[in-house]
């Protein structure tokens, strides 16, 4: 028994009848294969293009010790200290000085870096996302900016390791990831100096005021001492084993116990009148050098945190390619054949049979 669409004898497809199938559609395949590489053509070449996205790691890591050491030379600087100077700033530890390590500068950069702030400031100065971003509102535009840097992750390599990893998945090329985060470690840097030499000249600027109106409290003191020592007619001290000597080994405590004694006029206004005249004419030179040297050390090319652009490790995650043609044709091909072939079965059905 013979049929003219596609024919099984014993269970098995002629192949003959298959061919002759397919080669009588061969038109319509043709056809179907057209359209279908058109139509994936032309889609290809009109929708929005994918961007390529690099995967970029940059390492960071703490600073050389040495690049530090200059600022220890502050807390070498002589000068007086009060009773109160002690119990304010702690002059046995000198806490401003000790967070000023390789170890804790890694951990305060860090801690700039994740602010964003100067992230931010580079990613709105950036051609491509102000073109982007320029017809947004202006919250539109923060929240753009802020989801473009939390493509941007600073983690420690490991628990017990002190370097971390700069990280960066960015939808564009590779040479720009490398200007962002260049510019981006920059203004951290500034801000992680400005803030360290704002404490350290805050640090001096109160001391230097703790000492001015130590003075002026002095001064206001043998004042009084001083007058009380000329009504007296003292003009110097005639039992100096009753009075309190201002040398050396006593300094400290005649400025904070024996300086406001009732009995100091004892001394005579000679000498009273002198300590007067020499506080008046004080100088600070002491805060005067500290303050050059910390202009000094402003002027040193700091590395407050040690990495290398050059050592960048960018790799391409993904890329946006066009599907090759062959293989556009070929899937035209298989979608016209199992056409032609699902038709011919259709119409074996609705064929008459003969009795």
Request: aromatic fraction near 12%; charged fraction near 30%.
């Amino acid at each position: 028994m013979t049929k003219k669409h596609l024919i099984k004898y014993n269970d098995e497809i002629n192949l003959v009848e298959l061919f002759k199938v397919i080669w009588s559609g061969k038109i319509t395949i043709a056809l179907i294969t057209l359209i279908f590489f058109v139509i994936i053509s032309v889609n290809d070449k009109y929708k929005p293009k994918q961007p390529n996205l690099f995967e970029s790691s940059l390492l960071i890591k703490p600073a050389k010790e040495e690049q530090f050491l200059s600022f220890f030379s502050l807390g070498y600087f002589n000068y007086e200290r009060s009773y109160d100077e002690e119990k304010i700033f702690n002059y046995n530890k000198e806490n401003y000085l000790s967070e000023i390590t390789y170890l804790k500068v890694l951990d305060k950069f860090v801690e700039e870096f994740l602010d964003y702030e100067e992230l931010i400031k580079v990613l709105r100065e950036n051609e491509q996302i102000k073109k982007s971003i320029s017809q947004l509102s202006l919250d539109d535009q923060k929240k753009k900016l802020y989801e473009y840097a939390k493509l941007f992750s600073l983690k420690k390599i490991g628990e017990n390791s002190s370097y971390y990893a700069l990280e960066v998945t960015w939808p564009n090329n590779e040479r720009e990831i490398e200007d962002i985060l260049d510019q981006t470690i920059k203004l951290v840097e500034e801000s992680l100096a400005r803030s360290i030499f704002l404490r350290i000249e805050s640090h001096y600027r109160n001391k230097k005021n703790l000492a001015i109106n130590r003075d002026l409290a002095s001064l206001e003191f043998l004042s009084e001492q001083s007058s009380i020592a000329k009504r007296l007619n003292l003009f110097e001290a005639k039992e100096r084993e009753g009075a309190i000597l201002l040398d050396s080994s006593n300094k400290n405590r005649m400025k904070n116990e024996f300086m406001y004694s009732n009995t100091y006029y004892l001394r005579g206004y000679k000498v009273i009148d002198m300590e007067i005249d020499l506080i008046k004419n004080r100088k600070y030179s002491q805060f005067d050098n500290i303050e050059k040297k910390i202009a000094s050390l402003k002027e040193e090319d700091i590395k407050w945190v040690n990495y290398n652009l050059l050592l960048l490790d960018t790799k391409l995650q993904s890329k946006h390619n066009p599907l090759p043609s062959a293989l556009i044709i070929i899937f035209g091909l298989l979608i016209g054949t199992l056409y032609v072939l699902i038709s011919n079965a259709l119409k074996s059905y609705t064929v008459p049979r003969k009795k």
